[in-house]
């Protein structure tokens, strides 16, 4: 089985900084692409930023020069960077990641827990 466990949300004033983290623990053999998702109350679950295994980025454009993702393969782990935060930015914050399993063929989707992060203006 495999595990993401997201942390680093919280309260932060507008123009804050948050580090969001994301850990993937298990039976892994590697891992491809990781993501952050957010969803706000009562909005559907959006994408964020992408990174894939090789280092590539894309971002949402709501988020270009503010957020930066990065990931750690030697720790299974993605990270989100949060700087100049808005008030438009709260919401739940998921990561998932697409992970080939020891023994087992394919690659397989798991999302984590979600972590709320609350922007005050």
């Known amino acids: 089985q495999v595990q993401l466990v997201e942390s680093g949300g919280g309260l932060v004033q507008a123009g804050g900084s948050l580090r969001l983290s994301c850990a993937a623990s298990?039976?892994?053999?590697?891992?491809?692409?990781m993501r952050w998702y957010c969803q706000a109350p009562g909005k559907q679950r959006e994408l964020v930023a992408a990174i894939t295994s090789s280092g590539s980025t894309n971002y949402a454009d709501s988020v270009k020069g503010r957020f930066t993702i990065s990931r750690d393969n030697a720790k299974n782990t993605v990270y989100l960077q949060m700087n100049s935060l808005k008030p438009e930015d709260t919401a739940v914050y998921y990561c998932n990641a697409d992970v080939l399993r020891v023994g087992v063929p394919g690659s397989y989707r798991y999302w984590g827990q979600g972590t709320q992060v609350t922007v005050s203006s």
């Open positions: 298990g039976s892994i053999s590697s891992i491809n692409a």
